[in-house]
Nanobody, 127 residues
């Protein structure tokens, strides 16, 4: 059964860094659009960054591109999100999601936009 499991969240002071991991159990015969989302209390879920496993092409929310970096380790079936220069506005639950389709409209959060979701990992940034 396909599943995703995030880890690496925690509490950090402003200016610090964290690396999130998403261990994936997916169909190795297929390529996926794999995306990091985040959701802060009282706010809508938003796309952070995405990668297409077939090509390695990456996509970012423009405002986060200078501080966040998405990558994959195919040998470990793991997705990463490196987050630098964190600030309190980055406090949120971070989720990874996957779908066996292109990354067209990768930020979509409507039902059915992604087939598989992880349970999330909490990131808290204090000032």
């Amino acid at each position: 059964q396909h599943h995703l499991m995030e880890s690496g969240g925690g509490s950090v002071q402003a200016g610090g860094s964290l690396r999130l991991s998403c261990a994936a159990s997916l169909d190795t015969r297929r390529f996926y659009c794999m995306t990091w989302f985040r959701q802060a209390p009282g706010r809508e879920r938003e796309g952070v960054a995405s990668i297409y496993t077939g090509s390695g092409n990456t996509y970012y929310t423009e405002s986060l591109k200078s501080r966040f970096s998405i990558s994959q380790d195919n040998a470990k079936n793991t997705l990463y999100l490196q987050m630098n220069s964190l600030n309190p506005n980055d406090t949120a639950m971070y989720y990874c999601a996957a779908r066996p389709r292109s990354c067209y409209q990768w930020t979509a959060t409507a039902d059915g936009a992604y087939d598989i979701w992880g349970q999330g990992t909490q990131v808290t940034v204090s000032s």
